[in-house]
């Protein structure tokens, strides 16, 4: 049994299949991909992992608890943490101050908006957001105004946030969208050391396959809601019915 288990979810937007009997697991500490084509499901099946979408049927566990219909600060409680397309910073404060916010309401115990209010003097914050943008890169903008950083480091700062709730499922909506091919590769090798030097599991959904194929060990490919293929990289490539989802023609 996987750290995450996606058993027989359908997901109906009127008369539109969003998903059909998917069933998903991924194994705990490695780096999961779940790729397919424009309209292919990506984008529902991560709502539903985060308990943002209630499927009509199936269930969603993370370490043999349900998910659906959780709160999003009971999801991070769980120990589950998520990175969005567009990067969710507070523009309006600083990078010091963003990376101290989790810190505090890890501690609180839920990420609440008074502990924007309670950053700010506290030494212990202060110094364990201070050594978390050092790992990433970002001490020397500390205290910078979030707004002014690039995509990039925007990004980079929202990762090391979600890492401040000390995570043990990462998943990741597209974190590269948007990105010069720079900062891309910085991403692919953040993301490389966060799995060396942790304990934890990433689950990513990306349209890039440069990025795929440098982090996943496993793919899931989706096709008109429903899984077409799991199989390793090596194998993914080239394979005849990714082919044809992707290209629309046989192999």
């Known amino acids: ?13 009127g008369g539109l299949q969003a998903l059909g009997d998917v069933n998903l697991s991924v194994a705990e500490n490695t780096v999961h991909a779940i790729i397919g084509p424009n309209g292919a499901g990506k984008s529902t099946l991560l709502n539903v992992l985060v308990g943002k979408l209630i499927p009509d049927t199936g269930s969603v566990s993370f370490e043999g608890q349900s998910v659906l219909g959780r709160k999003p600060y009971e999801i991070n409680q769980m120990g589950i943490s ?120 990433i689950a990513i959904i990306e349209h890039d396959m440069h990025v795929v194929f440098s982090l996943a060990e496993r793919i899931t490919v989706l096709a008109q809601g429903s899984p077409l293929v799991e199989d390793t990289p090596e194998n993914i490539k080239g394979h005849p019915k990714v082919r044809e989802a992707y290209l629309g023609e046989s192999a």
């Open 1 to 13: 049994m996987g750290i995450l288990e996606v058993k027989n979810v359908n997901k109906r937007f």
């Open 82 to 201: 998520r990175v969005f397309q567009t990067p969710e910073i507070f523009s309006d404060l600083t990078v010091l101050e963003n990376m101290m916010i989790p810190i505090f309401a890890k501690r609180d115990g839920a990420f609440r908006m008074h502990a924007i209010e309670a950053v700010g003097s506290e030494k212990s914050v202060i110094e364990q957001a201070e050594h978390m943008l050092e790992s990433l890169n970002l001490a020397d903008a500390r205290h910078d105004h979030a707004a002014a950083m690039s995509r990039g480091n925007k990004r980079r700062l929202e990762i090391g946030m979600c890492l401040a709730q000390e995570p043990r499922l990462l998943l990741l909506d597209e974190p590269t969208a948007g990105m010069a091919r720079a900062d891309t590769n910085n991403t692919i090798d953040l993301l490389k050391q966060i799995k060396d030097e942790r304990d934890i599991t």
